[in-house]
């Protein structure tokens, strides 16, 4: 029996994402527009990869202080600087500042 194509699949090369791919894949209707939004895409990729970075180091770092919280003999968690921390997204973002920074406190207190 026989298949159509190569007869070693190792051969086979991928096949170049057509512009009509590219305008699907980004909702663009123009070549120029794609290049535009697939390379914004790009920065908010690295962009990402570099903000999840930063809230590991940050989860590490809230560890380290929970840690001598907890052997100095006070609390895990400090209620009023997660206020303070709180209001510093809420005042830098508004609103969804405040649900961002619940988010981080969440993560970074670790196991209650």
Known sequence: MSFPGPADPG????????????????????????????GARERIDALDDRII???????????VIQEARIDSGGRRVNLSREMEILAHYRDALGKPGTSLAMTLLELCRGRV
């Open 11 to 38: 051969h086979l090369t991928q096949e170049e994402p057509t512009m009509a791919h590219v305008l699907d894949k980004t909702g663009a209707r123009t070549d120029e527009a794609a290049g535009v939004i697939t």
């Open 53 to 63: 970075g930063l809230v590991q180091e940050r989860m590490a770092v809230s560890a």
